[in-house]
């Protein structure tokens, strides 16, 4: 089977890839497991790092859709769409993220269509899609009420992706996924960028600085986990889901207090001075807009496993991307 | 000021031109009351009927940009955005509905933001937005979920229109009409178009099928009471809806049963006799997806109203669309 991964340049798309190349199938043995033949990664700037046969880098923009054709044939099983313009960019370049997040999404499921063999389709959305007054425990049919343009593009994505499905156009999945923490690299333009920055740049004896009060509440999942539950999401049955296909992924409740508590147990607290604390209102208003609460038991009746807490986040973070240099 | 009607060749919106000419304003006291200048019917079919200075009709196609632009200029205060491709239409022709629904609807946000003076969108919805497990009692902020092509449609437009109208670009505000019920003239391919049939048709003396079973409940409301809801609509200043500003119209809800049983009640038991039963799972799969009970506390805190019961609606329909040929 060949695998495309757009936003495959990305950290979660060469982790994802990676991952895949070490499992080497993708399916579950209830119903089908077939090998992976090829796996392409697709992306405006070029997936580097991968020695192997199966891997093959295509650069380009995911909006062209002549170059987005030419990745997508009549092999292609699976597709992981990553490819995004992140939360604080779609807010600054309202066209901009119309255009990726959405249109590319579109002619992404049209060309899809046209293969007429119902490939599967991972789409990373985002508990971004809520907003506004929430009720206590968040649930996957809680209703959508985005406050940013990037929690609109992504519920605009789902319902297409749902109908899509709905028609038998495409095998479509939309997994929400947490806020990714603690991504390795620099910061972004993500409003939650910090939810990394504070862990990341202090481990590395760097100054970072928190745009929002101690007391606000984050919704995380490492990176390792989040391929975990792409992975496990992509080889359940499309039955499992039942309509619509769309699942909240379980995260780690924590406050930004606790994060740097962790952050202190784990490198000491001189590590936790290295953050300076700064509120950015615009910030702080997107990240307050996001729920605290979530009901998981639909994602755990279907076998998805989040992190056990954020200390494990923190430590498979030292592991999977700084070495063992730290503890 | 001028205004433009998109979908103006159809019959709610030469009903809605007929009746703000009548008007001659638009707006309300306590803000800011226009004179109407300019009533652009706009339609792929061309509106007929007018003898008006103010009235212009002009031939084209929504999904034709360059037509499309031609009708909105500088001068445009209020669109009353109306032209859709109906709810069985939408569900035969996939991609018919997606490009009417969806990229028309984008194509003309597009065309007011660059207007810069944030003209009034006001965009018929429909409650085809729900679908599957719904509570005892919808509201506004009731999670969508459509089960068709259709309501999928209107959910996008109502998420862009919101996003929209959040970023400053637009003043939009979307309604969610029940099914209209009497419509005049020839069935449709609405789901729902036997709500109007099987009523219109033998009041005409002429036989119709209804194609759902007498215990369907329905959500109606008149032509006349909806084209005074989008008026209203229209005339409440933005800062009144809060975000998103997408509100339920107040329908009457009723049983096919009720529905023939008021028929008989106004045109006799012969007229009842017409009406042919004959199931059609499709459309009963459609129609039952649609909720049964509603909220209509924040319509009603608004000044929206609805009909007074099924009853007023037939009698509305005999006046308005039949003269005063039958009582």
New interface residues.
């Given amino acids: 089977m060949k695998v495309l991964i757009t936003g495959g340049g990305g950290f979660l798309g060469r982790r994802l890839a990676a991952r895949l190349l070490r499992l080497g199938t993708l399916g579950n043995a209830a119903s089908h497991v077939e090998k992976i033949e090829r796996i392409t990664l697709f992306d405006k700037v070029p997936a580097s790092g991968f020695d192997d046969p199966r891997i093959e880098v295509v650069t380009g923009d995911v909006n062209d859709s002549a170059t987005l054709a030419q990745v997508i044939d009549a092999e292609t099983a699976s597709i992981f769409h990553l490819a995004a313009v992140v939360s604080s960019q779609a807010e600054e370049d309202?066209d901009l993220g119309l255009s990726i997040n959405v249109d590319a999404s579109r002619r992404l499921f049209e060309l899809c269509r046209k293969l007429g063999h119902r490939p599967k389709v991972i789409f990373a959305s985002s508990v971004a899609v809520y907003g506004?007054?929430l009720p206590d425990v968040v649930r996957d049919?809680?209703?959508?009420?985005?406050?940013s343009?990037y929690g609109?593009q992504k519920?605009?994505v789902e319902?297409?992706l749902?109908?899509y499905s709905?028609?038998g156009?495409i095998d479509g999945r939309a997994f929400r996924l947490p806020t990714i923490s603690v991504r390795p690299g620099k910061p972004n333009k993500a409003a939650s960028s910090f939810a990394s920055g504070i862990i990341r740049e202090p481990l590395n004896g760097e100054e970072s600085v928190c745009p929002v009060t101690p007391d606000e509440i984050l919704w995380l999942m490492s990176p390792r986990q989040a391929i975990e539950c792409l992975i496990h999401g992509h080889d359940l049955d499309a039955e499992a889901f039942g309509?619509?296909p769309v699942i909240n992924l379980p995260g780690v409740s924590v406050s930004v207090r606790e994060m740097v508590d962790v952050l202190g147990k784990v490198a000491g607290e001189s590590a936790t001075r290295l953050i300076r604390w700064q509120a950015d209102p615009a910030v702080q208003r997107i990240i307050h807009s996001w729920p605290r609460r979530w009901d998981m038991s639909r994602a755990q009746a279907l076998g998805f496993e989040g992190d056990a807490d954020f200390e494990s986040i923190v430590r498979a973070f030292i592991k999977d991307d700084q070495g063992s240099g730290i503890r």
Avoid at 141 to 147: I, R
């Fill in positions: 309202f506004g007054a049919d809680t209703a959508l009420a985005p406050k343009s609109v519920a605009v319902l297409l749902s109908d709905r028609k156009f309509q619509p």
